[in-house]
C-alpha cells in the first residue's frame, strides 16, 4: 500500500511563535510613519524622529493626527507587525491590517 500524505500538522505549543521575543504594541499619536531605508521611523509633531524596530513589535496603534505612508505599511506588514487605527488613547478601535492579509490582498489582485 502507498504511504498516505498528511495534509493537515499538528499544532503544538513548540511550533507557535514566541510572544515573548517582540514588544506587544506601541501607540503613537499626531505625527507620521514613513520609511528610512528599509526601516519605519516616527515624525512627532515637534518633528522628533524616532526610529521604530518593527521587527520586535507586535502591534503598532496608529491614534488620531497620524499620517502613514504605503511604504511603511508593507515594511510593517514584511515584519508581520500588525497596524491599528484606533482613537484617542486607544478607546475606539476602527480597523487593523497584519501581514498575512495584505498578502492575501495582493494575491487577489
Given at each position: 500500500?502507498?504511504e ?8 503544538t505549543?513548540d ?5 515573548k ?6 501607540y503613537l ?6 520609511i528610512?531605508?528599509s526601516s ?5 509633531a515637534?518633528?522628533?524622529?524616532v526610529?521604530?524596530p ?10 488620531p493626527g ?5 511604504e511603511a ?5 514584511a ?7 484606533v482613537?484617542?488613547?486607544s478607546l475606539l478601535?476602527y480597523?487593523?491590517i ?12
Amino acid at each position: 500500500m502507498s504511504e498516505k500524505v498528511r495534509l493537515l500538522v499538528k499544532v503544538t505549543r513548540d511550533t507557535l511563535p514566541q510572544v515573548k521575543d517582540k514588544y506587544p504594541f506601541i501607540y503613537l499619536e499626531r505625527g507620521r510613519l514613513e520609511i528610512d531605508d528599509s526601516s519605519i521611523k516616527w515624525i512627532d509633531a515637534e518633528a522628533n524622529v524616532v526610529p521604530l524596530p518593527v521587527a520586535t513589535l507586535n502591534t503598532i496603534l496608529l491614534g488620531p493626527g497620524t499620517t502613514v505612508t504605503h511604504e511603511a505599511i508593507k515594511v510593517a506588514a514584511a515584519a508581520n507587525c500588525s497596524i491599528c487605527w484606533v482613537g484617542e488613547d486607544s478607546l475606539l478601535f476602527y480597523t487593523e491590517i497584519s501581514g498575512l492579509q495584505l498578502v492575501i490582498e495582493t494575491l487577489k489582485n
